[in-house]
């Protein structure tokens, strides 16, 4: 359940959690224990985020930070100019696992962002391409929460708190300062949210009711689990601090956590689970109602970053065109495809690639969705079977960076092209246009 309490140990080591207590003298079986916290200390409980882990060693247990090259990871907006355009991404090319071997951190590329993260407020997208696993590495994000969107290819990630299997159709969120590793089977793609010190949280209902959308019970944290080993050279302990990459060295793993408990933990959300309400008179209800995660702003009602899908559903609303409208917004909106074909933009917009309208950049259905959708026969009809494109909406006007713009060589640069043939169709001289139906 999201955000609930939860409490776990390794069945190997039965009674590991302390009882009635967080910091015993002793511990049991002799474990350190060590508290995350994720909120300051003196939040309103409906708001404070922490866990206890019980563990063979404490993370402490490492050698200096050095400094390492950051590969395609930026946090500077500035390297080019803004470019208010429309943008689209052909799917992002995987690197051949015969030509050049690449994990997860070595596979991450920012792709667009705004704000500061020294000031943890802001957001970064990243995509990742990756074909080798995290052999004897583990990365932590000090300033960032991240949500991170599979899109080919399964993800075995392992955290303190246990391992998580995320496949494409899933998403998992790992939280501030918590340590992972990821295992991967193939070549690998996918999506990567950074929000700048603000969590995540289910998004309010208001009258919709007490149930919809994503369902807290649908949210899975994972067990305790541990290894006690010791890596030959050491294991490589990666932490992204101030939006630079360090690197220190440990003899022992960090996945030694026999048990734990709190409320601060990754997790992790299957799609196929989200409720989706939509218009069943007319017109349409904003895409709001797609929200699965929401990481608010101080200004009520703003975030600094949704994360929206366009499930499978029904489409009934009559008298209504039914793709997406023309549309101005004031967040600016990236949207990714991890399967099927995007109602709005059945050609161009491709699983494993993406697209940006940055705040005010106008945008909507492409020529020919608008000919078939303004003369199609209005009956009830599935609408996105086989699909699911997703959307990270921020308030922040988001700036591109140099490798999405060029070194990426993904960028589609015929993109505008898709709105050339749309004519006029005005009739001065006839107020009710001819109804299909």
Known sequence: GFGNECASEDPRCPGSLP???????????????????????????????????????????HKPFESIDEGHVTHNWDEVDPDPNQLRWKPFEIPKASQKKVDFVSGLHTLC??????SNNGLAIHIFLCNTSMENRIAHHCPVFFCSVPQKGNLLIYTEFGKMLVQPNEI???????????????????????????????????PIGANGLAN????????????????????????????KLFAAKQDVSPFNVVAWHGNYTPYKYNLKNFMVINSVAFDHADPSIFTVLTAKSVRPGVA???????????????????PPYYHRNCMSEFMGLIRGH?????????????????????????????????????????IADGTMAFMFESSLSLA???????????????????WEPLKSHFTPSSRNPTEPN
């Open 400 to 418: 591109v960076t140099k490798w999405g713009l060029k070194a990426s060589r993904c960028l589609d640069e015929n993109y505008y092209k898709c």
């Open 172 to 206: 998992c969120v790992i939280q501030r300062g918590m340590r992972f590793s990821i295992d991967v089977f193939e070549e690998t793609r996918g999506y990567l949210l950074e929000v700048y010190g603000v969590h995540f949280e289910l998004p309010d209902l208001g």
């Open 19 to 61: 009882e009635g207590q967080n910091n015993p003298q002793v511990c049991p079986y002799n474990l350190y224990a060590e508290q995350l916290s994720g909120s300051a200390f003196t939040c309103p409980r409906s708001t404070n985020k922490r866990s206890w882990l019980y563990r063979i060693l404490p993370s402490v247990s």
């Open 113 to 118: 962002g705004a704000g500061d993260i020294k």
């Open 342 to 382: 995007y109602e709005a933009k059945q050609g161009g917009f491709l699983p494993g690639g993406g697209s940006l309208h940055s705040t005010m950049t106008p945008h909507g259905p492409d020529a020919d969705c608008f000919e078939k959708a303004s003369k199609a026969k209005l009956a009830p009809e599935r």
């Open 304 to 322: 600094i970053a949704d994360f929206v899908i366009f499930p499978p559903r029904w489409g009934v609303a009559d008298k209504t065109f039914r």
């Open 216 to 243: 807290p019970r649908d949210f899975l944290i994972p067990v305790a689990w541990y290894e006690d080993r010791q890596v030959p050279g050491g294991y490589t302990v990666i932490n992204k601090y101030q939006g």
